[in-house]
């Protein structure tokens, strides 16, 4: 997966502004307790990481995306 693919269904699944905020502030356990922008500076896969983002938010991930 793209980093634009990830960022894209980021914004599907929260919406534009929301996805930013979710990316930078939202502490995430799948991801070591990093939040997404600190999982990418430190080379995590983006898949890996949208993988993190469907375990941690289920009921938000549209199912089409997971």
Not at 2 to 12: F, G, I, P, Y
Not at 14 to 22: D, M, Q, T
């Amino acid at each position: 997966m793209r980093l634009t693919d990830l960022r894209s269904r980021l914004e599907a699944t929260f919406g534009e502004r929301y996805a930013a905020s979710v990316a930078r502030d939202q502490v995430i356990p799948e991801l070591d307790g990093l939040t997404i922008d600190q999982a990418l500076s430190a080379g995590f896969d983006a898949q890996a990481i949208w993988r993190a983002v469907v375990a941690a938010y289920p009921d938000r991930v549209p199912v089409k995306l997971r």
